[in-house]
């Protein structure tokens, strides 16, 4: 009943930027958490940044400082703003949501499709 679907991957050169989103649509009753992660090729899926309901972050220290996540509590998307891309950035970026469902009020955890990401010259 849940969806989360991501936009905003593809090909950049590094030092460029990119912006990946994730709306969640379906029967929701309020999101608590929001996050990226990434797998790269041969690495385990790893934490990039997550943003609470009541907007703490926590990032990567590979990525602090380069990369910003947001949301909007409206839309019920939550936004990924990748700068100073480098090539080890590379990898399938993944969309994840803890939320409350409507129809039953549990706690629920939601994975996006992934979107690929490549940075390459």
């Known amino acids: 009943q849940v969806q989360l679907v991501e936009s905003g991957g593809g090909l950049v050169q590094p030092g460029g930027s990119l912006r990946l989103s994730c709306a969640a649509s379906?029967?929701?009753?309020?999101?608590?958490?929001m996050g990226w992660y990434r797998q790269a090729p041969g690495k385990q899926r790893e934490l990039v940044a997550t943003?609470?309901?009541?907007?703490?972050?926590n990032y990567a220290d590979s990525v602090k400082g380069r990369f910003t996540i947001s949301r909007d509590n409206a839309k019920n998307t939550v936004y990924l703003q990748m700068n100073s891309l480098k090539p080890e950035d590379t990898a399938v970026y993944y969309c994840?949501?803890?939320?409350?469902?409507?129809?039953?009020?549990?706690?629920?955890?939601?994975w996006g499709q992934g979107t690929q990401v490549t940075v390459s010259s």
């Open positions: 994840n949501a803890d939320l409350l469902g409507a129809w039953n009020l549990r706690r629920t955890n939601y």
């Open positions: 379906g029967s929701i009753f309020s999101i608590d958490s």
């Open positions: 943003i609470t309901s009541g907007g703490s972050t």
